[in-house]
């Protein structure tokens, strides 16, 4: 199983970026996949977690009714649309996956694989 995020860069406050995972050799779809954010020296924080077999979607207080999660099946991919940035947006941001269920606070329960880290930065 392989996790391949992109899609950061600098956006300015009140700005979008949209993220992407692509995915590779889950055998089923019974996997999700979760989004993270870190800052350093701070402690990982799930933002949102994606169930790509039916589409539901969690979202943790922080982003909710500014980020939004949603998959291509076709392409194997799972995009974290991201609008409304604010300055504390900024982090690196990793998806991951595993078979764990989501929590209803948009975190992946238990990650079996992660991506490398994008990292997002908002400017004022």
């Known amino acids: 199983v392989q996790l391949q995020a992109s899609g950061g860069g600098l956006a300015q406050s009140g700005g979008s970026l949209r993220l992407s995972c692509k995915h590779s050799g889950f055998p089923t779809d019974e996997f999700r996949v979760g989004w993270f954010r870190q800052v350093p020296g701070k402690k990982r924080e799930g933002i949102s977690c994606f169930y790509p077999e039916d589409g539901d979607s969690y979202y943790a207080d922080s982003v909710k009714g500014r980020f939004t999660v949603s998959g291509d099946k076709d392409n194997h991919i799972v995009f974290l649309q991201m609008n409304n940035l604010k300055l504390e947006d900024t982090a690196v941001y990793y998806c991951?996956?595993?078979?764990?269920?989501?929590?209803?606070?948009?975190?992946?329960?238990?990650?079996?694989?992660w991506g490398q880290g994008t990292q997002v930065t908002v400017s004022s």
């Open positions: 991951a996956a595993g078979e764990a269920y989501c929590s209803l606070s948009g975190s992946l329960l238990e990650s079996d694989y």
